[in-house]
């Protein structure tokens, strides 16, 4: 087990994954805290939830923010795998180092990674409880397509300045306040010539052939997902922006029908990036289930 050192900031610590690849985290806490592992969306970076780590680890948590393969600082795949089921492993190789399991929190596709983990987890329990933030087995076409193609507009000609991004980040997703002091933005980026490029492996989203029909970062097959669902024994709350066009009720109702011990909550004021939308809502959330799970 990584044990955690800093209880008030963050520092940074490693994992090994499925391929012996090497993942990059933060950590804060105390050690001997129950463990939570924290799984960013697709695109993004342990760094966006810098604030929940804190959050939990002043409650007392053991909480590691964990980079993704190919994101952020982590190694990206040699071979080019970013099917869920390598992100899936990953999580498994993750919480399988823990002392004991670990609750794992998940949004977009660190959700689905972890729902895909810990369902098919056949060697007693992978996690001690699942958040699932704005992602469930089955979501909207059309809010898909749209993270698509935000994810893939820059991909490969990258941004000229900070704020470049700070607009194509304002369109997309245009209800969040677009941030006055810019230097944040920097730990989801890579400069390189010149111009900035997302913190992230462009074969991710164009897969091996660079063309997007080979994307890699597909979603796994419905019923592949719905059958984790079913066979996760822990706890699980699903966490729904009102404002989502990713996950609409009715999906999350189908997950709550699915799981055997499941509850949602519906943050009014958030869209798909619910933890940087409403982040006091969110954490707030969070914070009172794995509390109430771990009594």
């Not at 699915?258 to 940087?276: L, N």
Request: hydrophobic content about 40%.
């Amino acid at each position: 087990m990584i044990a955690v050192t800093n209880p008030t900031s963050a520092v940074d610590v490693f994992f090994s994954g499925r391929d012996a690849n090497r993942l990059a985290a933060s950590s804060a806490g105390t050690t001997g805290g129950p463990p939570v592992v924290l799984l960013h969306g697709g695109g993004q970076t342990r760094h966006s939830w810098r604030t929940t780590l804190g959050c939990l680890a002043e409650q007392g948590w053991s909480a590691f923010s964990v980079d993704l393969r190919g994101h952020g600082d982590s190694d990206w795949a040699q071979d080019g795998d970013y099917s869920l089921e390598a992100f899936a492993g990953d999580v498994t190789a993750v919480a399988s180092s823990f002392d004991e399991p670990p609750a794992l929190v998940g949004a977009s596709l660190g959700g689905l990674s972890a729902l895909l983990a810990a369902g098919s987890y056949r060697h007693g329990s992978l996690a001690s409880a699942l958040v699932l933030v704005d992602v469930a087995p089955r979501i909207e076409e059309q809010g898909r397509q749209r993270v698509g193609r935000f994810m893939l507009e820059h991909v490969s000609d990258g941004f000229a300045s900070l704020e470049d991004v700070a607009d194509a980040v304002a369109a997309y997703n245009p209800h969040r306040p677009r941030p006055a002091d810019l230097s944040g933005l920097e730990k989801n980026l890579r400069y390189r010539d010149g111009r900035w490029y997302w913190h992230w492996d462009p074969r991710f989203m164009t897969g091996l052939r660079g063309g997007p029909d080979e994307t890699r970062a597909s979603l796994a097959a419905p019923g592949v997902l719905e059958q984790a669902a079913r066979s996760v024994e822990c706890p699980v709350l699903v966490v729904r922006g009102r404002q989502s066009d990713l996950l609409s009720e009715e999906g999350a109702r189908e997950l709550l029908g699915m799981v055997r011990q499941g509850e949602m909550v519906d943050v009014a004021g958030a869209g798909h990036m619910v933890a940087g939308d409403r982040n006091d809502a969110f954490n707030d959330a969070v914070v009172d289930f794995l509390a109430r799970v771990r009594a």
